[in-house]
Nanobody
Framework: QVRLLESGGGLVQAGGSLNLSCTGS????????MGWFRQAPGKEREFVAS????????FYSDSVKGRFTISRDNSKNIMALQMNSLRPEDTAVYYC??????????????????WGKGTLVIVSS
């Protein structure tokens, strides 16, 4: 069973920054594409960012491009999401996601094998 655990959520003022982390088993980080999704109150879960197993190919939603940066360190089994210039509309539960095939693009299209339980981000105006 693959376990993903998010951390780093919290309350921040608009314009501020947060860094989310996702940890998992070694198997997860050595073989899977990883990414982040979010779900705001009353809305459907949406894609935020993803990256492949190795290399620097990344995908971002238009709403976060230029403000958020996804990264991973397979040696430490950590994936991170650096969120800058946060806006009230970024308020959501953020979920770590993994895809077994390694395709960051397919993950960005919602093809997810495993989910974390989420971490709440609240951006106040």
């Amino acid at each position: 069973q693959v376990r993903l655990l998010e951390s780093g959520g919290g309350l921040v003022q608009a314009g501020g920054s947060l860094n989310l982390s996702c940890t998992g088993s070694e198997r997860t980080f050595s073989n899977y594409a990883m990414g982040w999704f979010r779900q705001a109150p009353g809305k459907e879960r949406e894609f935020v960012a993803s990256l492949r197993v190795v290399g620097d190919q990344t995908f971002y939603s238009d709403s976060v491009k230029g403000r958020f940066t996804i990264s991973r360190d397979n040696s430490k089994n950590i994936m991170a999401l650096q969120m800058n210039s946060l806006r009230p509309e970024d308020t959501a539960v953020y979920y770590c996601a993994a895809r077994t095939s390694g395709s960051a693009y397919e993950l960005s299209r919602g093809s997810v094998s495993y989910w974390g339980k989420g971490t709440l981000v609240i951006v106040s105006s």
